[in-house]
């Protein structure tokens, strides 16, 4: 079956950086697109970033732009946020998902499969 597990979560300060995992397993990881979605403390999920199913193409919401890069790695089946420049703003957890399409949406419906999550929080 489908299985997404995301890690590398954890505390850091202001500035600081982490780098999250999302390990794919159950289907063709290469053969679709991924993302990157957060929820904030009494926030809905909102969209970070999305990646072609080959790589060469990124999409990013305007809030991270700059400061976190995904990449994928087709042949280890997993997927990286890196996050540098950390914010307060960016506590939140963190999920990867499947993308139903071709290139990924900011939309929640247009992913079929989410990981458990894993909480990141940058003190101020």
């Known amino acids: ?7 590398g979560g954890g505390l850091v300060q202001a500035g600081g950086s982490l780098r999250l995992s999302c390990a794919a397993s159950g289907y063709t990881f290469s053969r679709y697109s991924m993302g990157w979605f957060r929820q ?3 926030k809905g999920r909102e969209f970070v970033v ?5 790589g060469e193409s ?5 809030s991270v732009k700059g400061r976190l890069t ?3 790695d ?11 420049s950390l ?26 499969y989410w990981g458990q999550g894993t909480q990141v929080t940058v003190s101020s």
Request: glycine share 4%; proline share 3%; aromatic share 12%.
């Open 58 to 62: 990124t999409y990013y919401a305007d």
């Open 40 to 42: 904030a403390p009494g």
């Open 1 to 7: 079956q489908v299985q997404l597990v995301e890690s």
């Open 70 to 72: 995904i990449s994928r």
């Open 87 to 112: 914010k307060a703003e960016d506590t939140a957890v963190y999920y990867c998902a499947r993308a139903r399409t071709t290139v990924p949406t900011t939309t929640q419906r247009d992913y079929d």
């Open 50 to 54: 999305g990646i072609k199913w080959s």
């Open 74 to 84: 087709n042949v280890k089946n997993t997927m990286y946020l890196q996050m540098n």
